[in-house]
């Protein structure tokens, strides 16, 4: 048996009024935790698939979220974990999502990976659509950078939107 521990999430949610997506991630990877910052592991693909759907060079990541109205926040707000290992995940309790997006004009979700969705599907009631898209974790190298490209680049669709 793994040992796990039990974590409270450690990061504000990263959005403003003006945020059009959510982007849901599970609850954060041990790098991420010490730097308190979503997608922080060097080996995730979640930011240079950003940068590749938006065809630019991301310098600042919360002011890139801002710039196009992306808020991010993970589904689990305390759970017993081991590492970053999302399978190891169990004792869920999730975020209030619904409160976040009542301060937002979000209009669309999305859940980055199996568990996430998993999570979001079971406990999370909200009138706003929402869909999967797989995990950036190097974990899921079964999915290219290109193919994670073409299949982030939905969330254009509603941040390129305009009032």
């Keep these: 048996m793994v ?3 039990h974590l409270t999430h450690p990061i504000e949610p990263l959005f403003d009024r003006e945020s059009r997506i959510l982007i849901l991630g599970s609850f ?3 790098k991420s935790r010490e730097v308190s ?3 922080a592991n060097p080996t995730n693909r979640f930011w240079p698939v950003l940068a590749a759907v938006y065809g630019e060079e991301i310098e600042d990541r919360a002011a ?10 993970d589904v689990i707000a305390s759970c017993d974990i081991h590492a970053s290992d999302d399978s190891s995940i169990r004792n869920v309790t999730c975020n209030n999502i619904p409160a976040l997006i009542e301060k937002t ?3 669309r979700i999305f859940t980055t990976g199996r568990k996430a969705w998993n999570l979001f599907a079971k406990y999370i009631q909200t009138e706003i659509p929402a869909e999967s898209l797989p995990s950036t974790s190097s974990a899921n190298a079964a999915l290219k950078f290109d193919d994670l490209c073409r299949m982030y680049a939905v969330i254009r669709r509603y941040t390129d939107e305009t009032d």
């Design 105 to 107: 004009k979000v209009q």
């Design 64 to 73: 890139f979220c801002h710039r196009h109205h992306i808020a991010l926040w």
């Design 37 to 39: 910052f979503y997608y």
């Design 28 to 30: 954060p990877s041990v």
């Design 3 to 5: 040992s796990t521990e």
